[in-house]
């Protein structure tokens, strides 16, 4: 069973296209779904830590980030290998676990 990878976003975000571009790219294969974030309630309750967050079968593929609760409808600045970025480590989508 492949995987399924989401990308959640807030309108307007500007690192979106280039998180879906770098997520198809890297996810081929694998099912993508663009969700749309549009509440603080909706934040919450999809435990949204910005935008662009990507999961992969519901668990973000940021090292770390399940023991946040800084949700918000907000960019999203995540922390990698070469600085502050607008989208995440593809390396992180690589790794991220697969079912079997």
Not at 50 to 58: A, E, K, L, Q, Y
Not at 72 to 94: E, F, I, K, N, Q
Request: proline share 7%; charged share 30%; net charge negative.
């Amino acid at each position: 069973m492949a995987s399924q990878v989401e990308l959640l976003y807030i309108d307007g975000c500007p690192n979106v296209d280039a998180a879906r571009q770098a997520v198809e790219a890297v996810a081929e294969g694998m099912d993508v779904r663009m969700v749309l974030v549009e509440t603080p309630d909706d934040a919450e309750r999809l435990r949204f830590l910005g935008s662009p967050t990507v999961r992969v079968d519901g668990r973000d593929i940021e090292p770390g980030a399940d023991r946040r609760t800084d949700y918000a409808l907000a960019c999203r600045v995540y922390r990698t290998a070469d600085g502050a970025s607008g989208t995440p480590d593809m390396s992180w989508l690589r790794r991220a676990p697969t079912p079997s």
